[in-house]
């Protein structure tokens, strides 16, 4: 009897000591148990899963956004720029001409002189005939914009106060502008001339100084805008025995053609109310 009350008492510590053995073994079954492989394959294929779709949206947006920007280029016409006014756009034509009042040298008279081979002159002594020959380069020059145009310059961009609307001038026109300026205030050494054109833009009442600030602005506006276009065109220089220069003279160029852009500027100008600069 004793003997039997002694294993008894005995087998529950036997029992006991056997779970804590197992403890470590059961944890580690658990984790390598299929369930738990298929949980963290689960996980892993989700993680992957989103990391593709990630991916594919950023590339599907960069697409779209280069696509978007070789669209832009792509539809404009051959020679049409960007930054070329939208509404301008269809008065854009080519061609080729050969430029006028080429410098040349007469062996036998031993001088120099410019060629007057254009159709209308801009150049020489001042006089009310070249004033208007430039007027009619000129007039019109600053039409009215649409509130469309207008947006991308505003804030900055305020209407104006006589005509209640805003205006722009074209690069072209805004450049002969300053040329027209510079002729103006050469032509006075130059000529050695007095007289005093009824267009020149700085009559006025102008801060002090004006007359120098404008022209400095003007020539290096000249001096931007040839270097902006780039002509690349071949002028060889040519020499004559008995003369110290080479003098150069360019052939055939090609060039965006005046009439269609007049005719635009003046279809422009009946929109609305336009400014002149003289």
Not at 19 to 42: H, I
Not at 59 to 86: N, W
Not at 102 to 131: I, M, N, S
Request: hydrophobic fraction near 30%.
């Amino acid at each position: 009897m004793a003997m039997k009350e002694a294993s008894l008492q005995k087998a529950p510590l036997l029992v006991e000591e056997e779970s804590e053995g197992e403890k470590e073994k059961s944890w580690q079954v658990l984790l390598r148990s299929p369930r738990t492989d298929r949980q963290r394959a689960v996980r892993l294929y989700c993680l992957l899963g989103l990391n593709v779709i990630l991916f594919l949206s950023s590339l599907a947006l960069y697409i779209r956004t280069v696509s978007l920007q070789g669209k832009e280029t792509a539809t404009l016409p051959p020679c049409v720029h960007r930054t070329d006014m939208e509404d301008a756009r269809s008065a854009i034509e080519y061609e080729e001409q050969e430029y006028t009042g080429a410098l040349v040298y007469d062996p036998e008279t031993h001088t120099a002189g410019r060629r007057h081979d254009a159709d209308v002159e801009y150049f020489g002594p001042p006089t009310p005939l070249l004033d208007e020959n430039w007027h009619q380069l000129l007039h019109g020059e600053i039409p009215t914009m649409t509130d469309e145009e207008a947006e991308p310059y505003l804030p900055e961009l305020l209407r104006i106060p006589k005509t209640k609307s805003y205006h722009f001038e074209p690069d072209m026109f805004h450049t002969l502008h300053c040329l027209n300026a510079v002729r103006l205030e050469v032509s006075k050494s130059l000529y050695n001339t007095t007289y005093v054109s009824q267009h020149h833009s700085t009559h006025g009442n102008f801060p002090e100084g004006w007359d120098a600030t404008h022209l400095e602005h003007c020539l290096d506006r000249l001096r931007q805008s040839v270097m902006c276009h780039g002509d690349l065109t071949p002028s060889p220089l040519y020499y004559w025995k008995g003369f110290n220069l080479a003098l150069g003279r360019t052939g055939k160029r090609t060039c965006r053609k005046w009439e269609p852009i007049r005719k635009w500027m003046d279809e422009r100008g009946k929109r609305g109310n336009v400014l002149e600069s003289f």
